[in-house]
């Protein structure tokens, strides 16, 4: 099993960039597919970007749709998620998933990481 570390967040303001990275360790991680998650205060964790394990199928929250790009440098075995134009909507611990079949990803049933705190203030 695949151990997750995320790093990367911190305080931005609104309409600025922040690049959270996800760190894993193990052999076989060019084998798992790759995912982020958000959760706001006080609501239910939610799907924010995923992909593929050789990088080729990327997939996207419409709420994030244009304005993150998720990558993955598999000879580092890292993750990464770019997220520009953050608004305070972005607000949220996120976290990074991981598993060998991307639909587990996808819905949140794979690995976790322990999540990295990303304020956004307007």
């Known amino acids: 099993q695949v151990q997750l570390v995320e790093s990367g967040g911190g305080l931005v303001q609104a309409g600025g960039s922040l690049r959270l990275s996800c760190g894993a360790s193990?052999?076989?991680?060019?084998?798992?597919?790759l995912g982020w998650f958000r959760q706001a205060p006080g609501k239910e964790r939610e799907f924010v970007a995923a992909i593929s394990s050789s990088g080729a199928s990327i997939r996207y929250a419409e709420t994030v749709q244009g304005r993150f790009t998720i990558s993955r440098a598999n000879a580092k075995n890292t993750m990464y998620l770019q997220m520009n134009s953050l608004n305070p909507g972005d607000t949220a611990v996120y976290y990074c998933?991981?598993?060998?079949?991307?639909?587990?990803?996808?819905?949140?049933?794979?690995?976790w990481g322990q999540g990295t705190q990303v304020p956004v203030s307007s």
């Open positions: 193990g052999r076989t991680f060019s084998r798992y597919a």
């Open positions: 998933n991981a598993d060998q079949v991307m639909a587990t990803v996808t819905a949140g049933f794979g690995s």
